[in-house]
Structure formats: C-alpha cells, structure tokens
C-alpha cells in the first residue's frame, strides 16, 4: 500500500516569490511515479508535473521544479516567480505504475495562496 | 487531442434518491477510467477503476456501484442516496499502455438533502 503525506494545510506567497511545497511519501515497489495537481477554485484537476522514481534527474516545467530524493521518500514542489493565478490546491500523488493500473494515492493538499 | 466530459456538473438530490453521473472520453481509445470523490474540498478517494468495458473494480464498500458500458463510458450509479453521498466527484482517465498519468474532467458537485 501507498500512502502520501502534505504537513503544509496552507501557505501564502508574495506575488514574484519562490514558495515550496512538501510532500513524502511511502511504497513498496521498486517503479513508481509522482506527481503533482493543482485545484483552482473551478475544482478541475490540472497535472503540474510528474517525476518517474527511475530517473534521478529532478523534473521542471517552465515555473514548476521538484526536488526528488528518493531515499528519504521526499518529493517537494517549488514554484518561482510566483503569480496570481497559481493560487490553488495543490496534491502531491503517488502510483505504482502499471501493475496497479495507474491508481493514484493522494495528500490531503496543501492549501497556496499567493497575494499580490 | 483528449477531452474528458463529465455531467451534470451540479447536482442536488434529495436522500434515498437514485443516482446517474457519466463520464465520457474523446479522441483516445481503450483508456483506463476512474471515479474519485472528493469531501470536504480535502484529499481524493479511488471509488472504481475500469481497464475495459465490463470490467469494474471496486476500491472501498460503499453504497455505489459504476459500470462501463462502452470504452469511452463510465457511468457512477447509487439505487439510494444516502447523505454521507455528498461530494465532488471526479471521473479521470490514462492511456492504457502508459497507466502512470491521469487526466482529470471538470466534476460533478453532489448535494444529497
């Protein structure tokens, strides 16, 4: 079983600040994937990134960067340059792959806001 | 490109009521579909998975049941709405041969009375 931990309920971030979030996490199997979603107040769930536990090198999409330490279970989220429109939800997740059918474990999200 | 439909998106049922959500999937063939429930704005819950039509597993005993009566379907059903029903409810689906990320629809806020 899988579990994933958010000790962050809420954070703040001025405008133009880099802010980050935490998350760890617990599994037995060897191939895995995180990641992590945002929830805006529409509720839709948007992918903000995704790191496969084989590759070692930390994944960046544009503002968005994790730090993925592997042996300490431990996969954050920092977001630089932070704007208006990034205040959401945010849920770290975790699945185990294809033999569990990509079924996803999620935190309990971390509440960000970012004020201007 | 993939779109994923899910309707009606706000839905106010009275207790002991029937329950219809659907879920639809365009521009992908043979996904793997999911319901998740969201209370209380917090953490999701896996309902049901799906990895074809037919096929159904169930996460938690609950008073819902869901079926997939075509590839790109997945319907979530209830015969008796029950008030801890109330939620945000997701239907999400991934590619079949690459089950590692989900795509989210838009969800249906329940409100059993």
């Known amino acids: 079983a899988q579990t994933v931990t958010q000790s962050q309920p809420e954070m703040s971030v001025q405008e133009a600040e880099t802010v980050t979030l935490s998350c760890t996490y617990d599994?037995?199997?060897?191939?895995?994937?995180l990641f992590w979603y945002k929830q805006p107040p529409s509720r839709q769930m948007i992918l903000v990134i995704r790191?496969?536990?084989?590759?070692?090198q930390n994944a960046t999409e544009n503002r968005f960067s994790v730090n993925f330490q592997k042996a300490a279970k431990s996969f954050s989220l920092k977001i630089s340059d932070s704007q208006l429109g990034d205040t959401a939800m945010y849920f770290c997740?975790?699945?185990?792959?294809?033999?569990?059918?990509?079924?996803?474990?999620f935190g309990q999200g971390t509440i960000l806001t970012v004020h201007p | 490109s993939q779109t994923i439909h899910q309707w009606p998106a706000t839905l106010v049922q009275p207790v002991g009521s029937p329950l219809s959500l659907e879920c639809t999937v365009e521009?992908?063939?043979?996904?793997?579909l999911y319901w998740y429930r969201q209370a209380a704005g917090r953490g999701l819950q896996l309902l049901f998975y799906?990895?074809?039509?037919?096929?159904i597993s169930s996460e938690v005993p609950q008073n819902l049941s869901a079926s997939r009566p075509q590839d790109r379907q997945f319907i979530l059903s209830s015969k008796k709405l029950l008030l801890s029903d109330s939620g945000f409810y997701l239907c999400?689906?991934?590619?079949?041969?690459?089950?590692?990320?989900?795509?989210f629809g838009p969800g249906t806020r329940l409100t059993v009375l």
């Open positions: 599994t037995s199997e060897s191939n895995y994937y």
């Open positions: 521009g992908t063939s043979n996904p793997n």
């Open positions: 997740a975790s699945n185990a792959g294809g033999t569990s059918y990509g079924k996803l474990t």
């Open positions: 799906s990895v074809g039509i037919g096929q």
């Open positions: 999400a689906w991934s590619a079949l041969r690459n089950t590692d990320t989900q795509y």
């Open positions: 790191q496969e536990a084989y590759k070692q």
